[in-house]
């Protein structure tokens, strides 16, 4: 046999080899603007809320405060020190969220690369099921170049 089984009995796909030359391994999302300031905004109000709790004498009070101190804190540190991500390799791609690596998509299920359009957030992968992946933080210029080493891949 040639090819590996899989655990349900069908045959694995073979591997696509892809030309990954000119594209990063890493595509964090960036934030600017809006998306940068929003949760800092929202951070103040909410120490606004949280201080006084603290200061007061009550220990519920004392407690709800330090819960929502150390809420901020710990969504800050996730918002800003590992923000969503897409992976790029030569196994394939992987959509990586703030805190869970997300599931491998093998370069052999991806059927197509949907750069983003003027009015898109994110270029998107289909996959053979139909699926749509949204490429986070991959900007124009690198989905264009994957949608190109895709279709050389792709071409007997």
């Known amino acids: 046999m040639d090819d590996e089984a899989t655990p349900t009995g069908n045959r694995a796909?073979?591997?696509?080899?892809?030309?990954?030359?000119?594209?990063?391994?890493?595509?964090?999302?960036?934030?600017?603007?809006?998306?940068?300031?929003?949760?800092?905004?929202?951070?103040?109000?909410?120490?606004?809320f949280a201080v006084p709790r603290i200061i007061s004498g009550h220990w519920f009070d004392k407690i709800l405060g330090l819960v929502v101190l150390t809420s901020?804190?710990?969504?800050?540190?996730?918002?800003?020190w590992?923000?969503?991500?897409?992976?790029?390799?030569?196994?394939g791609l992987r959509i990586r969220k703030v805190l869970i690596d997300g599931h491998l998509i093998p370069w052999s299920e991806v059927e197509q690369v949907c750069v983003q359009g003027r009015w898109e957030n994110y270029s998107t992968v289909v996959t053979q099921g139909?699926?749509?992946?949204?490429?986070?933080?991959?900007?124009?210029?690198?989905?264009?170049?994957?949608?190109?080493?895709?279709?050389?891949?792709?071409t007997p």
């Open 13 to 48: 796909a073979p591997e696509l080899l892809i030309d990954l030359a000119g594209l990063q391994r890493i595509y964090q999302q960036t934030y600017q603007g809006r998306s940068r300031v929003w949760p800092l905004v929202m951070a103040g109000l909410a120490i606004l």
């Open 72 to 80: 901020i804190a710990i969504t800050l540190i996730m918002h800003f």
């Open 82 to 91: 590992r923000p969503p991500a897409t992976v790029v390799d030569e196994h």
């Open 130 to 154: 139909g699926r749509k992946v949204s490429l986070v933080g991959v900007p124009r210029e690198a989905a264009q170049r994957l949608a190109e080493a895709l279709q050389q891949a792709q």
